[in-house]
DNA sequence: TCCCAGGCTCTCT
DNA sequence: AGAGAGCATGGG
């Protein structure tokens, strides 16, 4: 249940939605912890919000801001607990969705997150978040004291020199192609949402720098296609160590990119307790 | 110095 | 269709 006092909005808690794992299973770059609370950008709004034993707390946001925004944000509407239940059907994917528990698949800007995953590719996640700030700050529209995720026409009309900035390498030209495609409308994000998963990321695709990867990533995180399952070096390792060369993620079927995001989660944890 | 990081493009079979 | 080199940059 959600609601709303001292121009904050409170959540009260449940197992199924923690934002120490949603923010840090590496679906979004613009957040950061800090003393226990996380600060962020998206859709050009910022958002601290923070979590205490009963209740999280979105500050200084409206009811209406809520509803508007935050509520699709973090995919409140959905039923994970329901979802889980269709995921747990392995011991892995058991396992995998108890350590994830909390984990929501976040519903960002199309563009935002298809952009950044162009960005991510053969990357690592602070650079990645480096990156994308130094992009932001470059290019992005000034708000007050931060900046909001740059348009593509912006991008576009800067050229790909400009992009030089970002010291992100062979990327400068894949970001370039996606916002030319996208500011001319040669790709309509908007449509995508209404295509077939297998046509949206063909279309997707027509950008430079937009592979099978990374096509789902923008699908799962920008446009809701939780059926994307998107296959990074990470989780290959997973598959590689648990399922074998059979494994085929319709199993999931349709919440492929909610495991994906579970295993994904789960395999980082394991590992970062291996080397303590 | 080499290896790796939420891979993709290009080339060669 | 499938394999492999090359690719910018930075951290360990």
Redesign the pocket.
């Known amino acids: 249940m959600v609601y709303f006092s001292n121009n904050n909005a409170y959540i009260e808690k449940d197992d199924f939605f923690s934002i120490d794992k949603t923010f840090d299973?590496?679906?979004c770059f613009r957040f950061e912890r800090s003393g226990g609370i996380y600060n962020g950008i998206a859709f050009g709004k910022r958002l601290e919000i923070l979590e205490e034993d009963d209740r999280i707390i979105l500050k200084n946001v409206s009811e209406e801001e809520f509803n508007t925004l935050w509520k699709d944000y973090f995919d409140l509407d959905r039923d994970y607990k329901a979802i889980n239940e269709i995921i747990c059907r392995d011991k892995v994917a058991s396992q995998a969705a108890e350590i994830s528990k909390g984990i929501r698949i976040l519903r960002q800007d199309k563009w935002e997150a298809l952009c950044s995953?162009?960005i991510?590719?053969?990357?690592?996640?602070?650079?990645?978040k480096?990156i994308i700030n130094t992009l932001c700050e470059n290019f992005g529209e000034k708000k007050g004291d931060f900046y909001a995720f740059p348009a593509a026409e912006v991008l576009a009309k800067a050229g790909v020199e400009k992009l030089?900035v970002l010291?992100?390498?062979?990327?400068a030209?894949?970001i370039y192609d996606a916002a030319l495609k996208v500011s001319t409308g040669e790709i309509d994000l908007a449509g995508v949402s209404e295509m077939e998963y297998n046509d949206a990321k063909k279309y997707l695709?027509a950008?430079?720098?937009?592979?099978?990867?990374?096509?789902d990533?923008a699908l799962l995180?920008g446009f809701s296609f939780l059926s994307a399952f998107?296959?990074?070096?990470?989780?290959k390792r997973v598959i590689d160590k648990y399922y074998g060369k059979t494994f085929d993620e319709s199993i999931f079927s349709p919440y492929g990119g909610i495991a994906?995001?579970y295993l994904?989660y789960y395999e980082?944890y394991v590992r970062g307790k291996d080397k303590k």
């Not at 991510?120 to 990645?128: A, G, L, T, Y």
């Not at 950008?207 to 096509?215: E, Y």
């Open positions: 299973c590496g679906q995953f162009i991510s590719q053969n990357n690592n996640i602070p650079r990645i480096k030089s010291k992100c390498g062979y990327r030209e894949y695709m950008i430079k720098g937009v592979g099978p990867k990374v096509a990533c995180f998107p296959k990074d070096v990470w989780i994906q995001q994904f980082r």
